[in-house]
Every structure is written in structure tokens, then in C-alpha cells.
């Protein structure tokens, strides 16, 4: 994992570490590095010595992943890197990725063009040969721009079509457009994990240690995290509540984003892509229309229109 705030994300990735048995290993930018010049950073890291490729990973795109079958992709058509692409309806505002349909090879890049050339983009995932790396130096390099059009010259770069959805979840908006799509695809995959009741209205996903109020209308398209308490008579939809959380009695809360260990006071209302940061505090009877609050506040007077709150 490359992350240049590497101290910021320790104890989470512990977390993880013992949740899913494996081990996580830190490379730290000391500057920007750009998509590629991170991979030369930890090269050393990334080869083992069994030639066996290795899965590069956009952190803000989210999809099903099916990095099985892209092992299987990768194997059978013997190239030197693997992309996945994914199916867009207005492709003149992307990198469009000009590719074979029978085989997968890639032919060339075309960054958003005004003719139609295609309708398939870079999704942020690729499995490479080791040997990649020795097209990269260690400096800021892009891997898109830089790297995968001289694979593709020499026609060793291949692109699988992403089966299922895929968003990139960059910007607040997007992140909860993401969290519907990944909740409409764990209803037709893993429905089990999903939470039900009657106080429950379409997809929604509580963590096990979460505790939830009598009284309360949860969904559609809403997650509650780990630690997190929802009192009495609450209302949620379309909204990620993260963990450590405490929601009070009679709180309305849509399409906004809830920072860890944050608190939404007693009938207090937070819509319009409000985003709180970490450890906010917002007060009883306040109203939040689109504000979006740096960790470490607390709101004691209503955000009626859409502002910075620092």
C-alpha cells in the first residue's frame, strides 16, 4: 500500500490486518510521486523473486473486483500488463481506451475525444509483470499517460471488459452515488449481509457492533459503521455514517456524509451533501444545508447554505 500520510493510516490498516489474516506493508512518499513513480519507490517490496504478477489498485474507484478472473485473463493472453476498462455512457469527457473486442489487446489511448472512438475507460485496475517495473524511474511518473502507451506500442498491454458496476468515488457526491451501487450489488450477491426489519427501507448495511433505536426509519442506501449508536425515532437515507458515531433522538440525516466519532445532536437535520470530518459535534435543533466541516468542530448556529466550515 502506498500512502504518503503513512502514520495517519497505521492503526487502521491493523485493524484490517487481523480481520482478514494477512500482512500490510507501508511505502512512504516523502514527495508526490504521481501513479507511477510509487511502484519503482517500493519495488523491492512488490518482487519476490517468483515472477509472479502483481495487482495495482486506484483507492478511490469502487466495483466487484473480480480479480480472479483477471489472473485468468492475464494468464491466457501472455502480455506484459493487464487493465480493467469499464463501459461509459458519455465517453468525450474521459481517456477513452481504443482496444481489439476479441482479444483484448490494446491499441491506443485517446484522451477525451470529440469523435466517438469507443466508449470504454481506464478503471483504475491492473495486474502487472514484474517487469513493468523496470520502465519506471524513480520519479513523478504517470502510469496512464507514460507508462501503459509504450506497453501498448509494443502490443504486450491488454484490457479486460469490468463485469458489474464501478464508480470513481473521489468527490463526496460520487462516494454516495458508490455506496448505492455497492449496496444494489450486495443485494443481488451477498443479500445476507444486508441488515432487515421493519424499521429498515431498501439496502441497508449495519456493522453487527452498531446499536440502533426504537422508532427509527433506516434506508434506502444508507451504511452505519462500527461503534456507532442511532437513537430513538432517527432518520437516515442515502447516507454513510462512519465509525464511533452517536445520532440523537429525532435526527433527520440524507445524502451527507458522517465523519468518525462525530455526534448529531436531538432533532437536528443534516441534508444536501453536508460532510462532517472527523470529531464534529453538531448541536440540538441545528440545521445543515451542504456544509461541509473540517474534524475537530463543533456547529452551534445553522449552515443554511452550502459553505466551508473551518
Not at 494477512?22 to 523491492?44: F, H, M, N, V, W
Not at 512488490?46 to 473486483?65: H, K, T
Request: proline share 5%; aromatic share 6%.
Amino acid at each position: 500500500m502506498l500512502v504518503p500520510f503513512l502514520q495517519l493510516m497505521l492503526n487502521f490498516l491493523k485493524d484490517f490486518e487481523t480481520k482478514l489474516e494477512i500482512k500490510i506493508t507501508c511505502s512512504q512518499e516523502t514527495e508526490p510521486l504521481g501513479t507511477a513513480g510509487p511502484l519503482a519507490l517500493a519495488r523491492d517490496k512488490l518482487i519476490d523473486g517468483s515472477g509472479e504478477p502483481f495487482f495495482v489498485l486506484n483507492s478511490d474507484v469502487i466495483s466487484e473486483y473480480p480479480l480472479k478472473q483477471m489472473i485468468e485473463f492475464h494468464k491466457v493472453h501472455g502480455g506484459e500488463a493487464s487493465i480493467m476498462v469499464t463501459k461509459v455512457d458519455e465517453p468525450s469527457k474521459y481517456g477513452v481506451v481504443v482496444m481489439e473486442e476479441s482479444t483484448g489487446k490494446v491499441e491506443r489511448f485517446v484522451e477525451k475525444p470529440k469523435i466517438f472512438v469507443g466508449n470504454k475507460i481506464n478503471a483504475g485496475i491492473y495486474l502487472l509483470n514484474p517487469s513493468v517495473l523496470d520502465r519506471i524511474q524513480l520519479r513523478p511518473t504517470s502510469i496512464e499517460k507514460e507508462v501503459f502507451p509504450k506497453i501498448a506500442a509494443e502490443d504486450k498491454l491488454y484490457a479486460m471488459v469490468l463485469p458489474g458496476f464501478w464508480m470513481d468515488i473521489g468527490q463526496p457526491r460520487d462516494y454516495i452515488t458508490g455506496l448505492r451501487l455497492y449496496l444494489d450489488s450486495l443485494r443481488k450477491n451477498s443479500s445476507s449481509k444486508l441488515a432487515n426489519g421493519p424499521h429498515i427501507v431498501g439496502n441497508v448495511l449495519v456493522d453487527e457492533t452498531a446499536k440502533i433505536g426504537e422508532g427509527c426509519l433506516i434506508g434506502p442506501d444508507v451504511a452505519i459503521g462500527p461503534g456507532c449508536i442511532v437513537e430513538s425515532g432517527v432518520r437516515l437515507s442515502r447516507c454513510s455514517v462512519m465509525r464511533g458515531v452517536r445520532i440523537k433522538k429525532h435526527a433527520c440525516i440524507s445524502s451527507s456524509i458522517i465523519g468518525w466519532h462525530s455526534t448529531v445532536g436531538q432533532w437536528a437535520r443534516v441534508e444536501n451533501l453536508t460532510i462532517l470530518g472527523e470529531d464534529v459535534h453538531v448541536c440540538d435543533e441545528i440545521y445543515s444545508n451542504g456544509g461541509v466541516v473540517l474534524p475537530h468542530k463543533e456547529i452551534k448556529s445553522s449552515i443554511l447554505k452550502p459553505e466551508i466550515v473551518m
